[in-house]
């Protein structure tokens, strides 16, 4: 577990004073402790949340691996050898040295630490410093070192909690894994609540409403279901982005994900991105890897074919002729699977399902024969890597325009797959469909219903619908749902598949069965259907109860402090 330092200094014996010189390139601590300094200690706690500080692409919150592979959202994809630690992880088959799973631990260990030094920093600030900026930017850090610690939570259940009174030499070698993260997280987040403003000079500054919105988050997954549908409530009637605009869903589901688009008012908290700015460190590296394969100019990305949509997943978007979802999980019956083009040439005949569908499909996923946003239509086999490993479907939903290119989009890297467009941690339509969660729990169906019917009526917008030659590019079909909510399983199970077509591919959906409860049951389902279609990826694979909940402890961790100190979690 490491911390980082931003602070050096030598300090001799002798009494030469001309020998004491700070080390080369460090700040001494009267300018970080000035308002300046602290403000930029803080930036350097921001700059930690994509991962690629320190850590790696792996530590970043939008999950793909850890969140949507895991969850079934999506298949690795590429060829069985290209970046292979994933391997592993998408057929439950985890390993302590594993990489890819160091990446997660100190990524976001190291975004801990920053928030820690500035905290440290603000204890010994100058005194022209005044109290209104010291409380903002404690705050500011806590609901940061609270967002780290969820990821952590998340991924391996209890870790070491250190916070600004645990440092080199104090002890922090010796905290162990086994206090609950969960009152810590809260104590963050309620303190960010209670001290953020409301509006900040910099959209991407977290601000009070993404401090209530994340403590009820914390609340939903402790099934503190009372707290979170309260503060919720609170969020829904009055919350603000942080540049003053009052919490709505867009009216085009696509353009939530619109470079042009950042920081709109479905935008509650969000890594922010930017292109052409000198250094693609500042655009969004969350998906370099997860574009079409070999698309050359008609297309975006050019490379690599990772983080094919499952098989799975785009028939759960199959709809009835009412417009509502397969709650019954029928979607992968024959005769409800979506058609797709698996195992034929791009130069083959193709006929294009004709069924049923929400339109949020074609928002999410690149299919053969619909536009890919302004490119070309999905041409099939030829954007795809390996279909017989990944299946015949392309990621779309955090994909970039035509018309973005060399603006929204950076060229001066490796791949043009480096983005302006931000990943929202925490947008709108989430917070709906989780406090649609806590209502279906304290008993108000109809609340719960009402929360959903809204984010459906987004989706349902015709003028947002995927067109081709004037018209829908398919048969899009949804609706909201007109009978009244009387039974509480059943408005449980609309709830939480809503989640899964409206959250697709955005890392949420292993957490949210984890949660729930479910992840034997609908993994092990998940698996089964999609080894009958990549059998060499999936074929064999199991999820484990009680143990592929989360993630091992980084044996390397473990040997750096010592088994007296962390425990390695259940079954590994």
């Keep these: 577990m490491a911390a980082t330092a931003l602070l050096m200094t030598l300090f001799f014996s002798c009494k030469e004073s001309f020998l004491e010189k700070p080390a080369t390139g460090a700040v001494s601590e009267e300018l970080l402790t ?23 692409r792996m530590a970043s919150p939008s999950n793909w691996v850890w969140g949507s592979i895991r969850g079934g959202d999506a298949n690795k994809g590429t060829d069985p050898g290209d970046y292979s630690d994933i391997n592993p992880i998408q057929r439950y088959e985890y390993l302590a040295t594993q990489g890819v799973i160091s990446e997660k631990w ?38 940061l070192r609270g967002h780290y610690y969820f990821e952590l ?29 969960w009152p810590r997280i809260e ?26 919105a994340y403590l009820a988050k914390a609340y939903l997954y402790e099934k503190k279901y009372a707290e979170a549908k309260a503060l919720f409530d609170l969020v829904i009637a009055n919350g603000q982005t942080t540049n003053g605009k009052k919490y709505a ?19 509650v908290f969000a890594v922010q991105a930017a292109a052409n700015t000198g250094s693609v460190n500042n655009a969004n590296p969350e998906f370099d890897l997860n574009w079409p394969y070999n698309t050359g100019t008609n297309g975006p990305g050019n490379c690599c074919g990772f983080f ?73 086999a030829d954007w795809i890597r390996n279909q017989a ?80 030659g004037g018209a829908p590019a398919a048969k899009y079909v949804i609706n909201t749902y007109k009978t009244a909510w009387t039974d509480k399983e059943v408005a449980r199970s609309a709830v939480r598949f809503e989640r899964k ?8 959906r292993f957490f949210d069965l984890v949660r729930w409860g479910t992840a034997e049951k609908e993994l092990n389902a998940y698996l089964k259907y999609e080894a009958t279609k990549l059998s060499g990826a999936l074929g064999g694979a199991k999820f484990t109860a009680n143990k592929h909940e989360v993630l091992p402890i980084p044996q390397s961790q473990i040997d750096l402090q010592g088994n007296e100190v962390l425990k390695q979690n259940p079954g590994y």
């Design 308 to 380: 094919q949509p499952s098989f799975e997943l785009v028939n759960s978007h199959r709809t009835t002729a009412d417009g509502l979802p397969l709650l019954d999980g029928s979607y992968n019956a024959a005769g409800n699977a979506v058609v797709s083009d698996m195992g034929l040439l791009s130069k083959a005949a193709f006929t294009p399902d004709a069924g049923n569908l929400d339109p949020r499909l074609d928002h999410s996923v690149g299919r053969r024969a619909i536009p890919f946003l302004d490119w070309i239509d999905h041409p099939g």
């Design 249 to 267: 869903l867009v009216p085009k589901y696509a353009d939530v994900f619109r470079a042009s688009n950042d920081n709109n008012p479905e935008s």
């Design 34 to 56: 000035s308002a300046k300094g602290l403000e930029g200690a803080l930036i350097a706690v921001y700059g930690q949340i994509n991962g690629k500080g320190a850590g790696g």
């Design 187 to 212: 104590a963050d987040f309620k303190f960010a609540y209670d001290n953020l403003p409301a509006t900040q000079d910099a959209a991407g500054r977290a601000n009070k409403w993404a401090a209530a």
């Design 501 to 508: 077509l409206e959250l697709a591919l955005e890392g949420h």
């Design 153 to 181: 939570k998340k991924a391996f259940g209890n870790t070491p909690y250190v916070d600004e009174m645990v440092d080199y030499g104090s002890g922090i070698e010796k905290v162990k894994n086994d206090a609950d993260l």
């Design 389 to 468: 490993n990944g299946g015949p479907f392309s990621p779309k939903k955090f994909a970039y325009y035509k018309t973005d290119v060399g603006s929204l989009q950076d060229n001066s890297s490796w791949t043009p797959g480096y983005t302006a467009i931000n990943y929202a941690v925490i947008r709108f339509a989430d917070v709906l469909l989780m406090a649609a969660e806590a209502e279906v729990e304290a008993g108000t169906l109809e609340k719960a219903r009402e929360y959903v019917n809204m984010v459906r009526a987004r989706a349902a917008n015709a003028d947002g619908f995927v067109k081709k």
């Design 106 to 143: 100190a990524g976001n260990y190291e975004g801990v630490a920053r928030a820690n030094s500035v905290l440290r920093l603000v204890a010994k600030a100058n005194p022209d410093v005044t109290d209104a900026i010291k409380k903002r930017i404690s705050a500011e850090s806590r609901f």
